[in-house]
């Protein structure tokens, strides 16, 4: 995979959403349709999957869209689904887009002490989206179509983080620099209703809404100011200052609201806890990550935590008979862990022990089924043991219930190939690749899955999976 230079990203970010709102600034107070918002968001996702590294990881994912659902179960109903994405990136930011998406960046969600500061974010998101600020701000009459706007936009993204922006710099420099005052007024607005309506929505959702202020004060923290540096939080939801003050002082004079003593996130200190350092083990620099861990342990050497979050490091940078040491030292305190006897079965998996994966992760599935990574490394056990039926099962069950777990489809088609079903193995291996947005390999195989498959509930998937990815330029059309 491709690595981006995070400051080109973040700069890319911040140019993409300005240019965005100085497009649709004079739009009248009507919205676009739902039917286009999908389409835009559809539009958007094409560009951000291509450009942006996101965390997969199914337990971290599985547990923001868990908090992301209670939120959304105090709201009225909604006309699409949401959907929570974390993305790779250390600077301090999250946003909404048209539709239900809503982005994370790793570096915010790392730096979070408590689920009730996740909340307080993915509240305020979610009302961005509910209040439609984007699609409100686009023309009925639009002279630019829904897809070519973001194309335009996706242009920012792609020419600065090439690190070649002087393709666009006409179009976004100068006119953010002479929109920029009118923006940042209308932006205030967006900000303090969508404060308004997310401290709402958490509140009733059982969250403490100080999770929102105490994370604002986070990221500011991390701001920094200069004519030629516009932080990407302060351009993409400006007046932080502002909120802050005002949130602190509707949390302490609203009469008769205050929160529980046991709110949601309280009851999920220990969820929240491992999902913070599982990101950190997996997915922060690694360095950075085994010092931090090294210093906890000299300071807690048996801490629970702690000796799982290291062994997960040590694997990840190769040092595996280690991890597995560590790891087993997390285990001889809670041996029905599901999430240690996971990663201690994958770790063995990486290390080609492929019948100790296979036990210790039927072990893992014994003691829950809401286990996505535990099944994965089953099946992928399973493959490498030539239990090839079995794993077509496991892969097979995993899609079923976490239909977003890209790479299973990949392992499932692999499978398929390996029986000698080809049709199926075409079939699951395009839209693995549409999921990645590899449009060109995608097309490529569902074309050949479709000349040959009789299941007409994947004839229409292939359909409406061609259908999304469009026509392709002639020379990249397969036969």
């Given at each position: 995979m491709q690595i981006i230079n995070i400051d080109k990203l973040t700069r890319c970010m911040v140019m993409a959403f300005s240019v965005l709102l100085i497009l649709i600034w004079s739009a009248p107070a009507g919205a676009i349709s739902i039917k286009e918002e999908k389409k835009?968001?559809?539009?958007?996702?094409?560009?951000?999957?291509?450009?942006?590294?996101?965390?997969?990881?199914?337990?971290?994912?599985?547990?923001?869209?868990?908090?992301?659902?209670?939120?959304?179960?105090?709201?009225?109903p909604q006309p699409f689904d949401y959907h929570f994405y974390v993305i790779k990136e250390n600077v301090y930011n999250a946003f909404a887009i048209p539709a239900g998406h809503i982005f994370i960046n790793s570096g915010l969600l790392a730096a979070m002490e408590n689920e009730d500061e996740l909340a307080g974010i993915l509240g305020h998101e979610m009302a961005h989206v509910v209040n439609r600020h984007i699609s409100k701000r686009i023309e009925r009459s639009k002279k630019i179509d829904l897809a070519t706007m973001a194309g335009m936009v996706a242009g920012i993204f792609i020419g600065v983080a090439t690190g070649d922006p002087a393709a666009m710099q006409t179009l976004t420099i100068g006119s953010a620099a002479a929109g920029q005052t009118a923006s940042l007024a209308h932006s205030r607005e967006d900000e303090t209703q969508a404060d308004q309506l997310g401290l709402k929505y958490i509140q009733k959702a059982g969250y403490n809404p100080q999770g929102l202020l105490s994370v604002l004060k986070k990221i500011r923290s991390k701001q920094w100011f200069g004519s030629q540096q516009i932080p990407t939080y302060m351009m993409?939801?400006?007046?932080?200052?502002?909120?802050?003050?005002?949130?602190?002082?509707?949390?302490?004079?609203?009469?008769?609201?205050?929160?529980?003593?046991?709110?949601?996130?309280?009851?999920?200190?220990?969820?929240?806890?491992?999902?913070?350092?599982?990101?950190?083990?997996?997915?922060?620099?690694?360095?950075?990550?085994?010092?931090?861990?090294?210093?906890?342990?000299?300071?807690?050497?048996?801490?629970?935590?702690?000796?799982?979050?290291?062994?997960?490091?040590?694997?990840?940078?190769?040092?595996?008979?280690?991890?597995?040491?560590?790891?087993?030292?997390?285990?001889?305190?809670?041996?029905?862990?599901?999430?240690?006897?996971?990663?201690?079965?994958?770790?063995?998996?990486?290390?080609?022990?492929?019948?100790?994966?296979?036990?210790?992760?039927?072990g893992a599935q014994s003691i829950t089924a809401d286990n996505p990574e535990g099944l994965y490394y089953l099946g992928r056990s399973q493959m490498e043991l030539d239990q090839l039926k079995d794993a077509a099962d496991t892969f097979n069950t995993l899609i079923d219930k976490y239909r977003n777990y890209k790479q299973a489809y990949y392992s499932l088609g692999d499978t398929y190939g390996r029986l000698g079903d080809m049709p199926d193995a075409h079939y699951y291996l395009g839209i693995f690749y549409f999921k990645k947005a590899e449009y060109k390999t995608a097309h490529f195989h569902l074309v050949k899955a479709q000349r040959t498959l009789q299941d007409p509930t994947k004839l229409e998937t292939i359909k409406q999976t061609l259908e999304a990815i469009g026509p392709l330029p002639k020379e990249d059309q397969s036969n």
């Open positions: 835009l968001a559809s539009e958007f996702m094409k560009y951000i999957q291509r450009r942006y590294e996101f965390i997969d990881d199914p337990t971290i994912a599985a547990y923001i869209a868990g908090v992301g659902e209670k939120i959304l179960s105090t709201m009225p993409t939801h400006p007046a932080l200052e502002e909120r802050i003050v005002w949130i602190d002082q509707w949390y302490h004079t609203k009469p008769g609201d205050e929160p529980p003593a046991k709110t949601a996130a309280s009851k999920s200190v220990n969820t929240f806890r491992k999902i913070n350092i599982r990101l950190k083990a997996l997915y922060e620099d690694p360095g950075i990550a085994l010092q931090e861990f090294q210093e906890a342990l000299k300071k807690k050497p048996q801490d629970y935590d702690m000796l799982y979050g290291y062994g997960l490091v040590l694997a990840r940078t190769g040092k595996k008979a280690e991890a597995v040491r560590y790891i087993k030292k997390a285990q001889a305190q809670n041996a029905l862990d599901p999430h240690i006897l996971t990663d201690l079965g994958r770790i063995y998996f990486l290390q080609g022990r492929y019948k100790s994966a296979l036990n210790t992760l039927e």
